[in-house]
């Protein structure tokens, strides 16, 4: 089957229907949320930009669950005197099945992810439960907008491996991650903000959506030794020496780098950074094999000129 890119009365539209699901949708848990962030990411991942459908296996939807409810499987740090550290709810009746279960594995593993992928008769049985519960509740209740279905992302498919998403929704997905996501996890704060078990020991003064996602960057500083060590104290794309204006750049908490754009210029995500030697280099003007380098990066990154976005202030990668 041949596809086009969706056009932009399309893409308008999906983005309509990712709203119309976050305010018009029924939310009993937050497990709907879960979803579209691992659609999203498992698009950016492994999709494209050519409208084409995309199979999903299960197994990945599943491990990306993990991943995204891992941080929040820890007891909340109460912020109003609350003496009691209990698991937030993320279900209207007795807590989520899956947190329950990475709440396990986390104590089973000192709650170190890298251990617990590590073990993998554990991981598999893990990815195995999380799995099951995901096909059996949000997969076929997701697309659920004021009481009717409305299958714009996936048909509701009897496979028990794998979903396929619609043509151009893949592409919508890549093209507003950054948005949907924020839509996504704002949503989700709200709705746990609301849940009346929460109300108790959330408090006022806590950073909510730092502890359910995590900061904005994480900044790389202790790596700065290694890698100027490593590069010889070069900047990896000019050669030239670096000073003391060399700096480490941040990554984001969610894996994927952030780039050397104004993060409001576009909301379109990066690759993943790969290699430890191309997170340092030298921010100055000097520097043009880099920032024509990283430009022309962007531009393949972003369908888009990028030069009215770059700047040497951000730091990013």
Request: aromatic residues 8%; glycine residues 6%.
């Amino acid at each position: 089957m041949t596809c086009r890119p969706p056009s932009a009365a399309e893409q308008v539209r999906f983005l309509t229907d990712i709203q119309r699901l976050l305010e018009e949708g029924s939310f009993t848990a937050t497990y709907k949320y879960a979803l579209l962030v691992a659609l999203a990411d498992l698009s950016v991942e492994k999709g494209d930009d050519s409208g084409q459908p995309l199979e999903l296996a299960l197994d990945d939807i599943a491990e990306k669950f993990i991943r995204c409810y891992w941080r929040q499987a820890v007891p909340y740090p109460s912020a109003n005197g609350n003496p009691q550290r209990l698991l937030l709810k993320q279900n209207t009746g007795k807590q989520a099945a899956i947190l329950r279960q990475i709440a396990e594995a986390r104590s089973e593993s000192a709650g170190s992810l890298a251990r617990a992928t590590s073990q993998s008769r554990d991981w598999a049985r893990l990815r195995r439960g999380v799995r099951t519960v995901v096909r059996s509740m949000p997969l076929w209740k997701l697309q659920t907008i004021a009481g009717e279905q409305q299958a714009f992302l996936y048909e509701q498919s009897t496979s028990p491996a794998s979903i396929t998403l619609k043509p151009g929704v893949t592409y919508c997905f890549r093209a507003f991650h950054g948005l949907v996501i924020n839509l996504v996890q704002g949503a989700w704060v709200r709705w746990i903000q609301n849940e009346v078990g929460n109300q108790a020991l959330l408090g006022q003064s806590a950073d909510l959506a730092e502890f359910l996602f995590g900061s904005e960057g994480n900044r790389l500083d202790a790596y700065k030794p290694v890698l100027r060590e490593e590069q010889g104290g070069r900047c990896f794309y000019c050669r030239n020496a670096l000073g003391a204006t060399g700096r480490t750049l941040t990554t984001s908490s969610r894996g994927y780098a952030t780039r050397p754009l104004s993060a409001t210029t576009s909301s379109l995500p990066t690759p993943r950074v790969t290699t430890a030697r191309k997170i340092y280099w030298q921010p100055n003007r000097t520097c043009h094999a880099g920032r024509s380098a990283i430009v022309s990066m962007a531009r393949q990154w972003h369908g888009r000129s990028a030069d009215a976005a770059w700047t040497t202030t951000s730091n990013r990668v």
